[in-house]
């Protein structure tokens, strides 16, 4: 019986995936990593330091970090590889190299991954420090429309002016990935909503620490939701005339941004689960310009049970150039892929674990706190990777600095914090 059983468990250790167990030591083997990163052209006398490799285990959520290439040695399974490294440039300049590659089958005794690095310079613009997408609830538990927003944020120490600033939306979603053709990327975000801050060039002037609200439609919500709370006072929002008779868009009292273009024949309301990328970008040419050049037409096969259908469709894309900042934003029960050039974002946030997540209303995706300056100014993290720049499932800041409902019994917040996290002291 004892000899049955031995053999037994030498065929389960043989049939699991990793389990080349050394039966003497009770250890599980690992595989030997070995990394190439192909590095972008860098200036002459540039030198790369602080190389830094992560892999986080997709199944146990741990990440294990290397400082050499010679030391990686993993349990069998899927991981999320990214690399980071600083460049000292000619002149104490300074940036960073980055590159990431998600999903790895990482088995056997060896597995060889190229990872394609970037050299990322920080722009010195506003950021986005938050996306409040989920919306709140009546108090029947009903979804309430209309007090979405966006929050930008002067993380410098002087003055930036928010003039001709656009805010986007991706096309293509993080939790369905086709085969696009031609593929963009590299060059280009594929875009379905655009709207620009109006003003001359020194209109709106942005201080240092301060934020500039872009809400969905800026009105006093708690009217209509008293579980909501007011955005009459955003600087800006949102409007689209509708054609449709029977979803018309509210004109707040509020200034209104330009609008260049938006897919829909009603009005645009963020995606309430997330699943996109959001952006803002300074586009150097007109509107018409931009509408007459820039229209991407693509094809892909969509599969169905039906069978599989060539498909042709038309947006926008927006040269990588010209984007400032983006949060790309998904659930880990539906995420696919990342709809921009890692240059853009190499990670993604979250409100909610599952589709249709019923706890995340009320929620935000906030940018993390990185440290409080001497004169009191907020410096917020920003490292164009949404997973590690981004709280995900905050209490919306609005529904902190005005105290309302945090859920659809009414419950009030009385929190208040820099990022979701972070305590602010009173």
């Known amino acids: ?14 049939a699991s995936a990793g389990c080349a167990d050394d039966l003497n030591s009770g250890e599980v083997s690992r595989t030997e990593v070995h990394v190439t990163v192909e590095m972008p052209e860098l200036p002459d006398g540039a030198d790369v330091v602080d190389r830094l490799y992560s892999f986080r285990n997709i199944a146990t959520g ?21 690399f980071t490294a600083r460049v000292l440039m000619p002149g104490a300049a300074e940036s960073s190299l980055r590159a ?17 690095a970037y050299n990322s310079i920080e722009t010195d613009d506003l950021i986005i420090a938050e996306v409040f997408f989920t919306g ?23 003055v930036i002016y928010a003039d001709g600033i ?57 009217v209509a939701n008293p579980n909501s709370f007011d955005l009459s006072k955003a600087d800006f929002e949102w409007y689209d005339i509708s054609t449709k008779p029977n979803n018309m868009d509210i ?13 829909t024949l009603s009005f645009w309301v963020l995606h309430n689960r997330g699943f996109r990328t959001f952006g803002i970008a300074r586009i150097p040419v007109d509107r018409d310009t931009y509408l007459k050049d820039y229209l991407y037409t693509y094809e892909y096969d969509q599969v169905t049970i039906a069978g599989t259908f060539p498909m042709s469709q038309s947006a926008y894309r927006l040269p990588n150039e010209w984007i400032v900042d983006a949060v790309t934003t998904s659930v880990a029960s539906n995420y696919a892929w990342q709809v921009c050039d890692p240059s853009i974002d190499c990670g993604w946030t979250n409100c909610g674990t599952i589709d249709h997540d019923k706890t995340r209303y009320f929620h935000s995706v906030r940018r993390k706190l990185l440290y409080v300056a001497d004169d009191g100014r907020a410096v917020l993290k920003d490292t164009n990777n949404s997973s590690e720049d981004f709280n995900p499932m905050c209490i919306a800041s609005e529904i902190e600095l ?13 929190q208040l914090t820099y990022d979701g996290v972070t305590p602010m002291p009173r």
Not at 406 to 412: E, I, L, P
Request: net charge negative; with cysteine.
């Open 1 to 14: 019986m004892k000899i049955l059983r031995l053999i037994a468990a030498l065929i389960l250790c043989a």
């Open 62 to 82: 741990k990440t294990q970090e290397f400082a050499v290439t010679s030391e990686i040695a993993l349990m069998p399974g899927l991981y999320d590889v990214a």
């Open 100 to 116: 990431n590659k998600a999903s790895v089958n990482i088995n056997g005794a060896s597995t060889d991954i190229i990872l394609q």
């Open 136 to 158: 709140t609830l009546l108090s029947s538990g009903n979804q309430y429309n209309g007090d979405d927003y966006v929050k930008l944020y002067n993380n410098t120490d002087h």
């Open 166 to 222: 656009t805010l986007f939306e991706s096309k293509f979603t993080t939790t369905q990935k086709y085969n696009y053709n031609p593929d963009i990327m590299p060059e280009a975000m594929t875009v379905q909503a655009l709207y620009t801050v109006p003003g001359n060039g020194t209109d709106v002037p942005v201080q240092p620490g301060e934020y500039l609200l872009l809400a969905d439609t800026g009105i006093d919500h708690r």
């Open 251 to 263: 004109d707040g009292p509020v200034a209104n941004l330009d609008k260049w273009y938006c897919y």
């Open 402 to 414: 005005q105290g309302t409902a945090m859920d659809a019994a009414g419950t009030k917040c009385t």
